[in-house]
């Protein structure tokens, strides 16, 4: 057995600093304790990772989703688009052939029922906003909604205004369907 007041004492134990193997002891524990914070550090990212994969997921869905609704919108709009304007045409349709059902009409019976034939149509394509373009003589040219064929000479009438129409344009919803077919005044 030694004797505790003969055991050397090691000159780095009375100046207070750790011995070589308490260095490397207390090393090796901060090493670990920092190993375990890395990994923890690790083990939360990883899970804030995999979360964020997941939100990606579901939004991309909802994105697919959002669109494919859209376009199932889009196809049906384009589809039944037309059903209100052709069910607003059955009238007329049903008119003319009643009209033409008369073996033996007079000309007076074909020119009324004609002229309320075309009531029909021309409010059948109101109502579905098809408006008719039919600027009167003497009107400013319009390019936007007006297709001069020729220029005329016309006495009396300013330059660019309408002279005649030969063919009725149309709209619809505030966009030119067919611009109206015009003559239009020549300069001087």
Do not use: W
Request: aromatic fraction near 2%; charged fraction near 25%.
């Amino acid at each position: 057995m030694s004797d505790p007041q003969n055991t050397p004492i090691h000159p780095d134990t009375l100046q207070g600093e750790p011995s070589p193997e308490e260095r490397e002891a207390a090393q090796a524990a901060n090493e670990a304790d920092a190993l375990a914070a890395a990994q923890a550090e690790i083990a939360a990212l990883q899970a804030k990772n995999a979360d964020l994969a997941d939100q990606f997921l579901r939004a991309q869905a909802d994105v697919q989703n959002a669109r494919r609704r859209a376009d199932d919108e889009i196809t049906k709009g384009r589809k039944f688009a037309i059903e209100g304007f052709a069910e607003s045409l059955l009238p007329v349709l049903d008119s003319l052939e009643a009209g033409l059902a008369i073996p033996d009409a007079s000309v007076e019976h074909l020119r009324e029922g004609t002229e309320a034939t075309l009531r029909q149509l021309k409010s059948a394509l109101e109502r579905n906003k098809v408006i008719e373009i039919a600027p009167p003589a003497g009107s400013k040219f319009d390019p936007h909604q007006h297709q001069a064929i020729s220029v005329v000479p016309v006495p009396g009438q300013e330059p660019n205004t309408i002279a005649s129409v030969l063919q009725k344009g149309y709209t619809i919803a505030d966009r030119v369907l067919r611009p109206a077919l015009v003559t239009v005044s020549s300069p001087g």
